[in-house]
């Protein structure tokens, strides 16, 4: 059984950092592409940062220069740090697991649980 296990979230002021986790479980976690995603009240859900198993690595335009996303496969673990946080920011973050077919084309995936963050004035 396939589980994602977040940690990390909270409230931060404006300007702040957090460092969310996320360790997975049931699953070859080394070949597969990391994600953080988030979802705000009334949005739709959208990726923010993406590890791929090559290391390739991709970032929202919004999160650019202020999120790092990093991951250790010895650990089954992978990391958001967000710095210079922004209200903007505030949303539930889901970790993903999903395997890259090349291009735009995945698997279906995993999803963690979510945690919140939210970011105050």
């Known amino acids: 059984q396939v589980q994602l296990v977040e940690s990390g979230g909270g409230l931060e002021q404006a300007g702040g950092s957090l460092r969310l986790s996320c360790t997975a479980s049931?699953?070859?976690?080394?070949?597969?592409?990391m994600g953080w995603f988030r979802q705000a009240p009334g949005k739709q859900r959208e990726l923010v940062a993406e590890?791929?198993?090559?290391?390739?690595?991709n970032y929202a335009d919004s999160v650019k220069g202020r999120f790092t996303i990093s991951r250790d496969n010895a650990k089954s673990t992978v990391y958001l740090q967000m710095d210079s946080l922004k209200p903007e920011d505030t949303a539930v973050y889901y970790c993903s697991a999903r395997r890259h077919w090349g291009g735009g084309s995945y698997s279906p995936g995993y999803w963690g649980q979510g945690t919140q963050v939210t970011v105050s004035e």
């Open positions: 049931g699953l070859a976690f080394e070949i597969y592409a």
């Open positions: 590890i791929r198993r090559g290391g390739n690595i």
